[in-house]
């Protein structure tokens, strides 16, 4: 048991969030946002630095390939880290071409980076399959919550399987993937608002100075830092299925809580362009009403730790 | 980062298992589920440490030169998790282990360290302790009760309340106040006071949490000799500052709610209640709380091995202990149904355990107070 970064781990992290100052940023997220793009500068970036794909995870592990997405997701950046850095190798055994998009068979929901995505992880029950897609597979889908969605309708039986029994490891994948998406957004969102009520003034005293606020917030912070271990500890543990339906439900939880607590005290400021809030805020609501949401998860934690 | 356990910490934990399998009485659920304060629990807490201590168990987080064996904070925290897992056959005598020696090893002269640390390490000693009173529950520093030094001894006047484990005990981790001008953390003093000095009385505050839980501790004019001060005169705050320090996660509560949380799944099986979606969200949602406290008493635990300063993780600790004790509970209760109102049932004695959770060892608005301060660093009005 160790909770203390090692010096390489350090240094990744250094690294990233260097990268991340130049490329990344929620008003690079907001421009981006726009003109519906796909941060290509940024994947490029973090490919050359080896931050992207499955090296990361095979070189040193896959809770470093974490600390990246959870940078990442810190930063508002349009790219589809988790699913090339986390999900891929975890289920593919190998790097795929971003952006990729992961969704479920049958359904004609609009999912993350669909307009965008080059390669499709599927998931169809028993196995998963890895699809190549054509670019008249997918339509853009216009949304207001700060991430690039689309729909993919594949033909039958498109692409490759990964074998029997890839569905529920691509489940287990998807799930951590989307909790440390959240907990780099939850973070941020957070710090935002902590921030701002330390300068905002009403009744000649920082709104920060009264309990009301002050309790909110601290109850966030309890859940957000709770959100990290449970992350962290399951990347480290290689994706382990209790683990991650854990990670994902707390997660999706806590990001629904977090966006309700951080509008409510950042006031009318915090719905505008012009603040930062709304590009991390927005993003937990998507988060958190994928792979079936918070209920889902909460069940899949049920299955997998009691079921006979 | 590392989050498995070193295989000699497992072997530790699997003995401890072993060791309780064969040392706990048939029984044991029953005796357990009245509380750790009853007259049953607090007896065979006698027996039981010492057995501990035969094993070199009790005080292994002690340093060699008490007697312990310098144990880890990852050693001690996983003794702390077996006992509370199984309703805590220490009884009282964790408080002793944790923070009381400790705290007499740090500022006990050498005749108060002789008279106690071998007794508590023995294992057949009972302590309570003697800090919240009438108007001083959150706000400690407020405390009144007065201990006027006249010869050798100190003349105690005033009233302790809340005060558990008092059934056996024969000392009291007692604050007072010796100055009687002195304001807030000033002018408070520690003293290990004898529980049968003349002029201290007992009694017990019936209350619905079970039996034995709360007493009212009454000093009229009881005489506590001058040598029983731990600590220089008016400098109390600072011994008691050191002593909650070491308390730090205090009860590994998602231990038992875990274990807890297990059994209920079984019971919803058993009544095929286990494919009832509704039923699947909850038990997965508790589960997800225990695990978040789990880590986060891990992360406190992780704090501590490398000697750092307590920090605000402690109280978000303690945040999610309570959260993850009020999910359980309440599934419990609702699982459970109008059979949960049985006293001594599994679900009713489980409720009434958790439910002091957000108020005793400091409430949750304190913790959220600190949080807000010292982690997020909130401005004050
Ligand atoms: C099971 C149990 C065992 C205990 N055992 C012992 C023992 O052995 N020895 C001992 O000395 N004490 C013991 N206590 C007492 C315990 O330490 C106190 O109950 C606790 O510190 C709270 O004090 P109080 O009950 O007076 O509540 P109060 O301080 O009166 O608080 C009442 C409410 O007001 C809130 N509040 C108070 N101040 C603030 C503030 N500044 N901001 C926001 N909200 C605030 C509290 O959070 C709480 O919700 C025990 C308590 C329990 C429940």
């Known amino acids: ?308 | 980062m590392e989050f498995s356990w070193p295989e000699d910490d497992a072997r530790f934990r699997q003995a401890l298992r072993d060791f309780l399998d064969e040392t706990l009485p048939d029984d044991w659920e029953e005796i357990s589920r009245h509380g750790p304060g009853s007259d049953d629990q607090s007896s065979f807490s006698r027996t039981f440490c010492a057995r501990l201590a035969e094993r070199g168990w009790l005080t292994q987080s002690w340093p060699a030169a008490y007697g312990g064996a310098d144990a880890t904070p990852w050693r001690h925290a996983i003794l702390s998790e077996e006992m509370w897992r199984c309703g805590e056959p220490r009884g009282s005598q964790y408080m002793n282990v944790n923070w009381i020696g400790p705290t007499i090893m740090k500022y006990g002269s050498e005749d108060q360290k002789r008279e106690h640390l071998p007794r508590i390490s023995g294992g057949d000693v009972l302590w309570c302790q003697g800090f919240s009173e009438p108007e001083a529950g959150s706000d400690l520093v407020s405390l009144r009760t007065l201990a006027l030094r006249d010869g050798d001894d100190y003349v105690v006047n005033g009233s302790k309340i809340w005060t558990s484990y008092v059934n056996g005990a024969e000392l009291c981790f007692l604050l007072v106040r010796t100055d009687p001008e002195s304001k807030r953390h000033k002018g408070i003093t520690v003293l290990l006071a004898p529980m049968d000095a003349p002029g201290v009385e007992v009694r017990e505050v019936p209350a619905v949490v079970g039996e034995r839980y709360f007493h009212e501790l009454f000093f009229r004019d009881a005489r506590i000799p001058a040598s029983a001060r731990l600590g220089p005169e008016g400098e109390g705050w600072s011994v008691v500052s050191y002593a909650l320090a070491y308390e730090r996660v205090g009860a590994m509560r998602y231990a038992r709610a875990g274990l807890t949380l297990d059994a209920l799944a079984a019971a919803a099986a058993e009544r095929g209640r286990l494919d009832d979606p509704a039923v699947q969200e909850k038990l997965g949602a508790a589960r997800a709380a225990v695990e978040a406290s789990r880590l986060l008493s891990y992360r406190v635990i992780d704090l501590r091995a490398r000697g750092s300063e307590p920090t605000a993780d402690t109280n978000i600790a303690r945040v999610a202990g309570t959260m993850c004790e009020n999910a359980v509970s309440n599934l419990a209760l609702e699982l459970f149904g109008a059979e949960a109102l049985e006293y001594g049932t599994f679900a009713e004695s489980y409720f009434r355990l958790a439910m002091t959770a957000g108020v005793a060892v400091g409430t949750t608005e304190i913790n959220l107070n600190l949080i807000a301060s010292r982690s997020l660093d909130l401005p004050h009005e």
């Open chain 1, 1 to 308: 048991m160790d909770f203390e970064p090692n010096e390489e781990q350090r240094a990744i992290a250094l690294a990233v969030d260097n990268l991340l100052a130049q490329h990344a940023g929620p008003a690079r997220a907001i421009e981006l946002e726009r003109e519906g793009s796909y941060d290509h500068a940024l994947a490029a970036a973090l490919t050359e630095a080896g931050f992207l794909g499955a090296r990361l995870s095979e070189e040193t592990g896959f809770l470093e390939a974490a600390l990246v997405v959870e940078a990442v997701a810190k930063a508002g950046g349009v790219v589809s880290a988790a699913a090339e850095s986390l999900v891929a190798p975890g289920v593919a055994g190998r790097s795929l071409e971003g952006p990729v998009a992961i969704a479920r068979a049958g359904e004609d929901a609009p999912i993350r980076f669909g307009d965008h995505a080059r390669t499709l992880l599927l998931d169809a029950g028993d196995e998963a399959r890895v699809v190549i897609l054509e670019p008249d597979w997918r339509e853009p889908v216009r949304s207001n919550f700060m991430t690039p969605l689309g729909r993919i309708r594949v033909p039958e039986g498109a692409g490759e399987s990964l074998g029997a029994g890839s569905g529920s490891r691509l489940r287990r994948w998807w799930r951590l993937a989307l909790a440390l998406d959240c907990l780099g957004a939850l973070e941020a969102a957070l710090d935002i608002t902590v921030e701002y009520v330390k300068r905002r003034r009403q009744f000649g005293r920082a709104i920060g100075s009264f309990q009301a606020i002050q309790h909110r917030l601290a109850q966030c912070a309890v859940q957000v830092e709770a959100t990290r271990w449970l992350c962290y500890e399951a990347a480290a543990n290689g994706a382990p299925e209790e683990a991650c339906a854990i990670a994902a439900a707390y997660a999706t939880d806590t990001a629904h809580h977090v966006f309700r607590e951080t509008h409510q005290l950042t006031g009318a400021m915090g719905y505008t362009r012009e603040h930062d809030l709304h590009v991390f805020s927005m993003r937990l609501e998507a988060l958190r009403v994928e792979l079936g949401g918070t209920a889902a998860h909460r069940r899949a934690i049920t299955r997998s730790r009691w079921a006979s």
